[in-house]
C-alpha cells in the first residue's frame, strides 16, 4: 500500500553532511532498534515515556500516526538539535485498534478474533528536528491474511514465540510466519515495526543520508 505522508509547513534543514546531526530513536522497542541499526548508522535510544491510550472513537491509522508524532515530538524537544525518529504501530482489525497484548489471556483474545481474518497493520513513523524545525510523517499499512487457527495453535504458538510486546500477538519475524496465509506490503521491514524505506528518505529530506559515511 502507498504510504500516506504528511507534510509540515517547517523547513528542510541544511546543516553540513559531513558534521550531521545526532540521530535518536524516540523508541524502547528492540525491534525498531534492530531495524535502524541496519542502517549502520550510529544512534541512540529514548524512551518517550508518552500516553498512548487510544481516544474515543479514534480510528488505528489515527492513533498510529498521532503516537509517532507525539513520540517524536516529546524527543526532540528534550534533544532540539538531533534528528529524532517516532514510530508506532496498530493492528487493525475490522477497524477496532488492536494493541500489545502485555499478557498471555489478551494475545489469545487477539489471536482468537484474528483467526481467518485479514488485518491490516499500520506503522507510522514521524522523523522530527526541533531546532531545523524539519518534521515529516507517513504511515505504511500492510495486509495480513490469517489461517484458521485452533485453540491449540494458538496456545502453542503463544508458549513458543512470547510476542506479548507485539501489537496483534504475532511475529512474522519469527515462529508467527506460521498463523499466516499472506502478506502484501510495499516493504518487508513495514510489519516489523519501521519501515525502512521511507523511512531512509524521510532521513534524507532532514539532512542525514545513511550512504554518505560508506
Known sequence: MVPIVKHSPMSRDTFNSLNPR??????????????????????ETVNPAIDETPNE???????????????????????????????????????QALGKPLSHENAVSQLTKMSGQTVLFHTSVCVRCEDSQFSQSFVSSVKVVFKVLSEKTIESYLRKDKPYDCAGSAKSESLGVALLEKIESDDPTSLIGLPLIQTTHLLLLAGLDVLSNA
Not at 522497542?29 to 531495524?35: A, F, G, V
Not at 500516526?65 to 513520540?71: D, F, N, S, T, Y
Request: hydrophobic fraction near 40%.
Open 22 to 43: 545526532p540521530l535518536i530513536l524516540g523508541s524502547s522497542s528492540k525491534y525498531r532498534h534492530e531495524l535502524l541499526s541496519r542502517l549502520q548508522w550510529p544512534f
Open 57 to 95: 472513537g479514534e480510528h488505528p491509522i489515527d492513533l498510529s500516526l498521532r503516537l509517532a508524532e507525539q513520540k517524536a515530538a516529546h524527543v526532540a524537544k528534550l534533544h532540539p538539535q538531533a534528528i529524532v525518529i517516532g514510530s508506532d504501530q496498530v493492528a487493525d482489525l475490522h477497524g
